[in-house]
């Protein structure tokens, strides 16, 4: 990798200034994503900010009842903070899904917001790829891409986000503090992501110098009835092919509440607002789940290898509001 | 390598004190706690690093290769190329009569030419202060190319494929009978096609080099699976005497076959040592070993079948497509397996081969029976359904007492009890045969088995046994470790033999100054060094005898060989006196007494080869040697989603005398953990379009994970192979032969589907 210079940042203001006085600087968290890109020669900052000893690492209930999660927070923390997990436990469950014990230990809420496609023509230099070198092609939309999107894709891309956490936090309706030297906003979740269209360079709302510091969970109590599914090739250790976040709450048979979102479909974390208007006060059936999956995949379209996924996720969403339904939010 | 052979070893089954024990290897605590030194870890003064230039197209011409950016780099010692590597002989042609010339990775003369024949081929060298210096000026060499068609497509070129040419260690084909007409006669058959993708072996220690020359001589640290292959090779390469090269290799971090041939990094590590005039380290990254080091052929097979109404096979048929590089590999024993598993009326099986613009393709754990079996035993599977027989019935109907290509008689074949164990212990009575009748709450659940079968190897083996005033002893080969436990084994057998304590005896191996030993293959290596170690100890023996008969006041004055007993550190006669070693030496007032079997001269090499030879085709004309197996598997599929699991593993062996049950099963298990990754999830994505490996890492290319692994208990008979030194069968590959015609027949069970494309992945299924 290429020679960088290394700064720890004490303080959030500290760690804002340098990243403004310097653009082709880069925060980094647990840097399990950021290094594996640099070695790669993806990545190229010119100076890395370490932010790992920010005080952003708390864990706390907000006034409204609910949680606000600092940007450092480890993963493996996150996921096994009790008010998470009797809370939101489809956040514990996405979190516990992915990379490994020891990715977890590491990655941060943040940094696992900003972990980049694993695209494997977007890891090999050598490939055309219009996120890495905008203009060059996609070598993906004729080759190897059956873990690719088959929502919001462009001809410019086809690549997927690969976090699971951010899927169960879009179902969450979860929202993104950010800071700059310029001030503090918040991005709801659903919208910090973007879909490539021409620009799959562009590929947050984030821009270049802000900071992320905190995600802030609703008050939510159809949340504590909510499961997270994962469907990879193996056991542990895979990223998606398809994944469901999803929270029901069922009166009298119907379906007085739900929240869904899709994950390994999209460059972003796909909440299924379709699929949710359909099911809101409609019996709580595995009739009504069907329906509302076609409705959301209505749009899917697949690529030489992925089409599988439109069925993929019919099958998932539908399994995974089954087991809602029976099971609850337990394993 | 050179040729020498051991003497015909001693009579098998005399199972010991210490061979059968699962005694902890002798080098865990050297690996466990991190003082076990691998390749890339020794030290040297002004240590440089070395890092590869991988070409991005599959076949052209090197016009211009932009250095300047890269030797800007701090630290930067040299950046080479072809424009200015100094000159290195091409590989000496191959040759069965000279098994070092199978050595070569490929052809390819690295930086000595501009022609790239491959996407990845290495197409320069940076030297540097560090490994990051080395890594990071790498990423800024500049190649352009003018570039040429290539053919890198296995599946687009499959029906250009050519026979394969039979020569003295392999054949292309072979048949008994007409059995294309017997398939069309029979009255219930099956006629499938069955693929398999690349695999790689993704060994966890990445191939790394350490050079070091002094003058004219050359040293090398390397994790090799032959370090006489090795030293052979690089003394052809830079025109140098084999004498002035030593090759150190005592710990090997797996190699799977992959560590067999002499690929581009070594070659290059040691060519950058010459240039920089340091001692020079190259570790591959992980994705240079899959750009640089070949990986399993993808294969295409065709299995047809035809039984009659009594589930007796009429008809077998096998053929194969695999492919080899342009510039190296060699053909897979694809149809091995079909030659000897079943007593089919007429047989027929067939190899072809396609060439491709790609690296060379190499032997990978069971090349030819890992995925000749997926297709055999699948088949066979299928046949078995369609006759309406319990599979594991179907195969004892055919179970022959010769060997079914050509009436040779088995040297040992214990198919039979090798089903009736597993199915015990399996609970096989417990299935009910119908797909789909078998769940576990929302999983269903299938029960599948397949046969296991791999051919046993014997090599030539020189050994030295030294037996001192100490009652020690000391065994040099320059044998392989790669983790199987092979010196452990070993200090068992010579223990055993001199009849002292197992501590008493230590093996040194790994190193091209010991007498030459096996390269570490064909699960051959343990047979290979016991039947010289055996032959050695038993010369040691009587030579001790001899110095205590010159005493007259030793008890064993009179005393013939076959009268006493080794045991207690000495020999004894059964019962009464007797005399310890490190007493027959402090009378003679010799520091100890040593014997060599086999030789490293000029002459005794040849003698060796030519006895290698000979018993080599002895033997081949005189018995069928194997091992086999009957692999039971029960998995999981998830109804909705199409995921596989593995929940349940029984492996029963038939391998002859086992010589240490812990290493022994930790082979055969990790045969199966390997299996289970190709039947379900291993594949080398090489992108038609350029024939560029796009997964060249642990990320993408999923070998199992610890979740994907269930309890697998593995047993086995236990009963010696009278043909071979000690009763011993290879372990190391057996294990991983029939696992994924298991699962895939399991995954029929349970879903009455059948897939017959690897790896299964859930998309097959939905
Ligand atoms: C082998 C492997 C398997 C994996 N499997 C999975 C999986 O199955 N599921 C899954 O979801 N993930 C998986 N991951 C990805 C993992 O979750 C991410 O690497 C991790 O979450 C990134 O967090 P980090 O703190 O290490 O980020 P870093 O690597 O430190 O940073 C990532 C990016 O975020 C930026 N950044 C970090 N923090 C901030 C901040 N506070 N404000 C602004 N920018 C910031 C950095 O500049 C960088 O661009 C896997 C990773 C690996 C290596």
């Known amino acids: ?118 695209c494997l023509y977007f890891y090999d230099g050598a490939a055309a790829c219009n996120k890495r070198r905008p203009g060059s092609g996609c070598d993906a939309l004729e080759g190897f891409n059956r873990n690719h999107a088959i929502l919001g894709a462009s001809d410019a891309c086809v690549a997927t986000h690969p976090s699971d956490m951010c899927v169960a936090l879009a179902a969450l309706d979860a929202t993104v503090e950010v800071e700059s030297v310029r001030g503090t906003r918040r991005i709801p979740l659903v919208d910090f992501h973007r879909l490539p269209g021409d620009t799959p360079d562009v590929e947050t709302a984030i821009a270049a110098d802000e900071l992320v510091t905190a995600v802030e969970l609703p008050a939510s109590p159809i949340a504590v009835n909510s499961r997270y599914r994962k469907v990879r090739d193996r056991a542990s250790y895979a990223f998606a092919l398809v994944s469901v976040a999803a929270a029901l709450e069922v009166r009298d048979g119907t379906v007085a509440g739900v929240r869904l979102a899709l994950g390994g479909v999209a460059a972003k974390p796909w909440r299924a607002r379709e699929a949710e208007r359909i099911l809101l006060d409609a019996p709580a059936t595995e009739e009504s789940f069907r329906r509302a999956a076609a409705a959301e995949l209505a749009s899917a379209t697949g690529l030489s290898q992925n089409a599988f996924k439109i069925e993929l996720a019919r099958r998932a969403i539908v399994a995974t509001l089954s087991r809602l339904l029976t099971d609850g939010s337990a394993a | 390598m050179t040729l020498t052979q051991a003497q015909s070893p001693p009579r098998p089954g005399a199972s010991g004190r210490l061979v059968g024990k699962p005694i902890d290897r002798v080098d865990g605590g050297a690996k466990t706690s991190g003082a076990a030194r691998y390749a890339a870890e020794y030290p040297y003064p002004g240590l440089a690093y070395a890092a590869l230039v991988h070409s991005t197209v599959a076949r052209g011409r090197i016009t211009g290769i932009e250095t300047a950016g890269a030797a800007a780099v701090p630290g930067v010692l040299a950046v080479i190329t072809h424009e200015n590597a100094p000159a290195m002989k091409p590989a000496p042609p191959m040759s069965v009569l000279n098994l070092s010339s199978l050595a070569t990775g490929t052809r390819v003369n690295y930086l000595n030419t501009d022609e790239v024949h491959w996407n990845g081929q290495p197409v320069a060298v940076v030297v540097a202060e560090t490994q990051d210096a080395a890594l990071h000026a790498a990423t800024l060499v500049r190649v352009t190319y003018e570039e040429f068609a290539a053919t890198v497509g296995f599946t687009a070129e499959e029906p250009n494929a050519k026979p394969q040419k039979s020569d003295m260690l392999q054949s292309g084909s072979a048949s008994k009978g007409d059995a294309e007409a017997a398939l069309a006669a029979a009255p219930v058959s099956v006629d499938l096609r069955f693929t398999t993708p690349q695999h790689n072996h993704n060994a966890i220690e990445p191939h790394a080099t350490t050079a070091v020359w002094d003058g004219d001589r050359l040293t090398v640290h390397e994790g090799t699976q032959n370090v006489a292959w090795v030293r052979d090779h690089l003394a052809a390469r830079f025109g140098i005497p084999a004498g002035s090269i030593r090759v150190i290799s005592p710990y090997v971090g797996g190699a799977f076959g992959g560590k067999t041939m002499v690929w581009a990094g070594t070659i290059l590590t040691v060519l950058a040592a010459r240039v920089t005039g340091r001692p020079v380290r190259m570790m591959l990254t992980r994705e240079g070993v899959y750009r640089t080091v070949g990986g399993r052929t993808p294969s295409a097979q065709r299995v047809a079948l035809g039984a009659g109404a009594d589930g007796r096979l009429t008809s077998l048929i096998h053929t194969s497509v695999t492919q080899v590089g342009r510039v190296g590999g060699g053909p897979e024993q694809v149809t091995s397996q079909s030659r000897h598993l079943y007593d089919a009326g007429a047989i027929l099986v067939r190899q072809s081969l396609v060439e491709l613009d790609t690296l060379s393709n190499t032997i990978m754990r069971a090349p030819g029976e890992s995925i000749g079996t997926f297709a055999l035993e699948a088949a066979v599977d299928e046949l078995a359904y369609k006759l309406d027989l319990d599979p594991i019935e179907f195969r004892m109907r055919n179970e022959p007492e010769r060997n079914p290509i050509d009436g040779k008689r088995f040297a040992h074949r214990m198919l039979r009890e090798a089903y009736a164990l597993g199915a015990e212990r399996f609970g096989w009575s417990a299935r009910t045969p119908e797909p789909g009748s078998m769940r576990d709450g929302r999983w269903l659940v299938g029960m599948g088995v397949a046969s296991a079968y791999h051919p046993s190897w014997q090599l030539p083996a020189n050994v030295t046994v030294r037996l001192s005033a100490d009652g020690t002893v000391l065994v040099r080969c320059g044998f392989h470790e790669m983790g199987m436990g092979g010196a452990t084994a070993q200090a068992q057998i010579a223990a055993d033999a001199l009849g002292v304590p197992f501590e008493a005896v230590r093996v040194e191996y790994g190193d091209s100054v010991l007498p030459t030993g096996p390269g ?247």
């Open chain 1, 1 to 118: 990798m290429k020679d960088f210079a290394y700064v720890r940042a004490g303080d959030v203001t500290t760690a804002l200034r340098a990243i403004a006085a310097e653009p082709g600087a880069a925060f980094i968290g647990g840097g399990t994503n950021l290094v594996d890109l640099m070695r790669q020669d993806i990545e190229r900052p010119g100076t890395v900010i370490d932010i790992t000893t920010l005080p952003l690492d708390e864990i706390e209930e907000t006034a409204d009842g609910g949680v606000r999660v600092g940007a450092l927070v480890r993963n493996s923390h996150l996921a096994a903070h009790p008010l998470i997990r009797t809370r939101y436990p489809v956040l514990s469950q996405a979190i516990l899904t992915g990379a490994s014990a020891q990715l977890r230990n590491m990655a941060t809420v943040g940094g696992n917001l900003l972990q980049r496609t694993r």
């Open chain 2, 520 to 766: 570490a293959g064909g699960s051959g290596q343990t047979a290979s060094v016991a039947a010289s170690l055996l032959t050695a100890c038993e010369k040691l023996k009587r030579s001790m005898l001899a110095l205590a008969r010159r005493s007259s006041g030793s008890p064993l004055r009179g005393r013939r060989l076959n009268g006493l007993r080794a045991r207690d550190g000495g020999l004894w006669t059964e019962p009464g006196p007797g005399e310890t070693y490190a007493a027959i030496l402090a009378r003679a007032g010799r520091p100890h007494l040593e014997v060599a079997v086999g030789s490293d001269t000029r002459v005794g090499a040849m003698v060796g080869q030519a006895r290698f030879m000979a018993k080599f085709l002895r033997d081949r004309r005189r018995w069928m040697k194997a091992a086999c197996g009957a692999q039971f598997c029960e998995v999981r599929v998830d109804p909705d989603t199409g995921e596989v699991r593995v929940s349940r593993w029984v492996g029963a062996f038939d391998v002859g005398t086992v010589i240490n049950a812990k290493t022994a099963a930790a082979q055969l298990r990790g045969g199966i953990v390997m299996g289970i990754g190709m039947a379900l999830s291993e594949e080398t994505l090489v992108d038609p379009r350029n024939g560029r490996i796009m997964n060249p890492g642990l990320g993408e290319y999923h070998v199992p994970v610890h979740a994907d692994i269930p309890p697998i208990d593995v047993c086995y008979l236990g009963d010696p192979d009278p043909t071979m030194p000690l009763g011993l069968i290879g372990v190391g590959e057996v294990g991983i032969t029939g696992v994924a015609a298991a699962i895939a027949n399991a995954v029929h069970h349970a879903t009455g589907r059948r897939v017959r494309d690897l790896p299964i992945t859930l998309d097959k299924l939905l």
